[in-house]
Protein backbone atom coordinates (compact mmCIF):
# COMPACT_ATOMS: atom_id res chain seq x y z
CA UNK A 1 0.00 0.00 0.00
CA UNK A 2 3.26 1.96 0.80
CA UNK A 3 4.39 1.41 -2.65
CA UNK A 4 0.90 2.54 -4.08
CA UNK A 5 0.89 5.84 -2.29
CA UNK A 6 4.46 6.23 -2.94
CA UNK A 7 4.18 6.19 -6.78
CA UNK A 8 0.55 8.33 -6.59
CA UNK A 9 2.41 10.90 -4.92
CA UNK A 10 5.02 10.74 -7.87
CA UNK A 11 2.36 10.67 -10.70
CA UNK A 12 0.89 13.39 -8.72
CA UNK A 13 3.80 15.61 -8.21
CA UNK A 14 4.84 14.77 -11.69
CA UNK A 15 1.44 16.00 -13.47
CA UNK A 16 1.50 19.23 -11.33
CA UNK A 17 5.00 20.26 -12.73
CA UNK A 18 4.25 19.14 -16.25
CA UNK A 19 1.09 21.40 -16.42
CA UNK A 20 2.71 24.11 -14.57
CA UNK A 21 5.86 24.24 -16.57
CA UNK A 22 3.10 23.99 -19.72
CA UNK A 23 1.66 27.11 -18.08
CA UNK A 24 4.69 29.09 -17.87
CA UNK A 25 5.66 28.21 -21.73
CA UNK A 26 2.53 29.66 -22.93
CA UNK A 27 2.42 32.80 -20.74
CA UNK A 28 6.09 33.25 -21.98
CA UNK A 29 4.87 32.61 -25.46
CA UNK A 30 1.50 35.37 -24.73
CA UNK A 31 3.49 37.93 -23.30
CA UNK A 32 5.99 37.77 -26.17
CA UNK A 33 3.11 37.94 -28.93
CA UNK A 34 1.70 40.91 -26.98
CA UNK A 35 5.15 42.92 -26.86
CA UNK A 36 5.47 42.21 -30.37
CA UNK A 37 2.20 43.53 -31.42
CA UNK A 38 2.49 46.62 -28.93
CA UNK A 39 5.99 47.45 -30.97
CA UNK A 40 4.27 47.30 -34.05
CA UNK A 41 1.60 49.54 -32.92
CA UNK A 42 4.11 51.76 -31.71
CA UNK A 43 5.69 52.15 -35.67
CA UNK A 44 2.52 52.40 -36.89
CA UNK A 45 1.79 55.42 -34.98
CA UNK A 46 5.27 57.00 -35.85
CA UNK A 47 4.15 56.52 -39.58
CA UNK A 48 0.87 57.45 -38.66
CA UNK A 49 3.04 60.99 -37.47
CA UNK A 50 4.91 61.23 -40.62
CA UNK A 51 2.03 61.05 -42.81
CA UNK A 52 0.46 63.84 -40.63
CA UNK A 53 3.43 66.08 -40.73
CA UNK A 54 3.79 65.45 -44.38
CA UNK A 55 0.24 66.28 -45.31
CA UNK A 56 0.06 69.30 -43.24
CA UNK A 57 3.75 70.88 -44.78
CA UNK A 58 2.19 70.10 -48.16
CA UNK A 59 -0.90 71.57 -47.35
CA UNK A 60 0.78 75.02 -46.06
CA UNK A 61 3.05 75.11 -48.95
CA UNK A 62 0.19 74.56 -51.68
CA UNK A 63 -1.57 77.66 -49.76
CA UNK A 64 0.86 79.66 -49.30
CA UNK A 65 2.26 80.19 -52.78
CA UNK A 66 -1.83 80.07 -53.94
CA UNK A 67 -2.29 83.32 -51.46
CA UNK A 68 0.73 84.58 -51.95
CA UNK A 69 0.19 88.12 -53.64
CA UNK A 70 1.22 88.86 -57.29
CA UNK A 71 1.19 92.43 -58.43
CA UNK A 72 -0.66 93.11 -55.23
CA UNK A 73 -3.57 90.59 -55.44
CA UNK A 74 -3.21 87.03 -54.26
CA UNK A 75 -2.54 84.21 -56.42
CA UNK A 76 -6.18 82.35 -55.71
CA UNK A 77 -8.10 85.15 -56.73
CA UNK A 78 -6.89 85.60 -60.29
CA UNK A 79 -7.70 81.75 -61.10
CA UNK A 80 -10.72 80.97 -62.89
CA UNK A 81 -14.04 80.14 -61.19
CA UNK A 82 -13.33 76.07 -61.71
CA UNK A 83 -10.15 75.92 -60.20
CA UNK A 84 -11.68 77.71 -57.33
CA UNK A 85 -14.04 75.42 -56.26
CA UNK A 86 -10.43 72.76 -57.15
CA UNK A 87 -8.69 75.20 -53.99
CA UNK A 88 -11.68 75.14 -51.76
CA UNK A 89 -12.20 71.09 -52.31
CA UNK A 90 -8.25 70.71 -51.54
CA UNK A 91 -8.73 73.23 -48.80
CA UNK A 92 -11.30 71.13 -47.48
CA UNK A 93 -9.69 67.80 -47.81
CA UNK A 94 -6.62 68.58 -46.30
CA UNK A 95 -8.21 70.01 -43.72
CA UNK A 96 -6.97 68.24 -40.09
CA UNK A 97 -10.22 66.61 -39.28
CA UNK A 98 -9.99 65.48 -42.94
CA UNK A 99 -6.38 64.42 -42.51
CA UNK A 100 -7.11 62.71 -39.12
CA UNK A 101 -9.66 60.01 -40.75
CA UNK A 102 -7.28 59.64 -44.06
CA UNK A 103 -4.33 58.70 -42.14
CA UNK A 104 -6.22 56.71 -39.12
CA UNK A 105 -8.07 54.40 -41.86
CA UNK A 106 -6.49 54.57 -45.27
CA UNK A 107 -2.71 55.78 -44.74
CA UNK A 108 0.76 53.39 -44.43
CA UNK A 109 0.05 53.13 -40.49
CA UNK A 110 -3.65 51.46 -41.07
CA UNK A 111 -1.78 48.87 -42.99
CA UNK A 112 1.24 48.01 -40.50
CA UNK A 113 -1.49 47.63 -37.91
CA UNK A 114 -3.61 45.12 -39.96
CA UNK A 115 -0.53 43.15 -40.49
CA UNK A 116 0.26 43.37 -36.69
CA UNK A 117 -3.09 42.25 -35.70
CA UNK A 118 -3.07 39.64 -38.16
CA UNK A 119 0.09 38.69 -36.87
CA UNK A 120 -0.75 38.53 -33.45
CA UNK A 121 -3.54 36.37 -33.75
CA UNK A 122 -2.15 34.15 -36.62
CA UNK A 123 0.61 33.60 -33.45
CA UNK A 124 -1.16 33.92 -30.55
CA UNK A 125 -4.27 31.38 -31.75
CA UNK A 126 -2.25 29.73 -34.61
CA UNK A 127 -4.27 26.97 -36.69
CA UNK A 128 -2.30 24.50 -36.95
CA UNK A 129 -2.85 21.11 -34.82
CA UNK A 130 0.58 21.60 -32.93
CA UNK A 131 -0.37 24.18 -30.87
CA UNK A 132 -3.87 24.67 -31.30
CA UNK A 133 -4.81 23.96 -28.09
CA UNK A 134 -3.72 26.96 -26.13
CA UNK A 135 -3.04 26.64 -22.36
CA UNK A 136 -5.29 23.75 -21.80
CA UNK A 137 -2.99 20.70 -21.93
CA UNK A 138 -1.60 22.48 -18.86
CA UNK A 139 -4.50 22.86 -17.28
CA UNK A 140 -5.62 19.69 -17.57
CA UNK A 141 -2.28 17.97 -16.69
CA UNK A 142 -2.56 20.35 -13.09
CA UNK A 143 -5.89 19.29 -12.17
CA UNK A 144 -5.11 15.36 -13.00
CA UNK A 145 -1.90 15.80 -10.76
CA UNK A 146 -4.20 17.83 -7.77
CA UNK A 147 -6.83 14.87 -8.24
CA UNK A 148 -4.37 11.99 -8.41
CA UNK A 149 -2.85 13.87 -4.78
CA UNK A 150 -5.80 13.88 -3.33
CA UNK A 151 -6.41 10.18 -4.18
CA UNK A 152 -2.73 9.27 -2.96
CA UNK A 153 -3.68 11.36 0.35
CA UNK A 154 -6.96 9.13 1.05
CA UNK A 155 -5.12 6.11 0.51
CA UNK A 156 -2.59 7.26 2.76
CA UNK A 157 -5.13 8.06 5.33
CA UNK A 158 -7.46 5.13 4.90
CA UNK A 159 -3.70 2.95 5.21
CA UNK A 160 -3.46 3.92 9.02
Given at each position: ?41 V ?7 E?R ?19 G ?25 T ?12 A?E ?10 Q ?11 W ?20 T???
Open positions: MVAIVAVLHTLALIAQVGGGVLLVVEAIRTRRNISTFQDALEAEGVREQSAIGAAREKTLSRLHAPVAVPRSAMLPSGFQSLLNSYTQFTSPDVEKLVSDHGPAAIRRALLAFLDSFPATPRRSHGPPGVVLLFAGILVAYVANMLSLAL
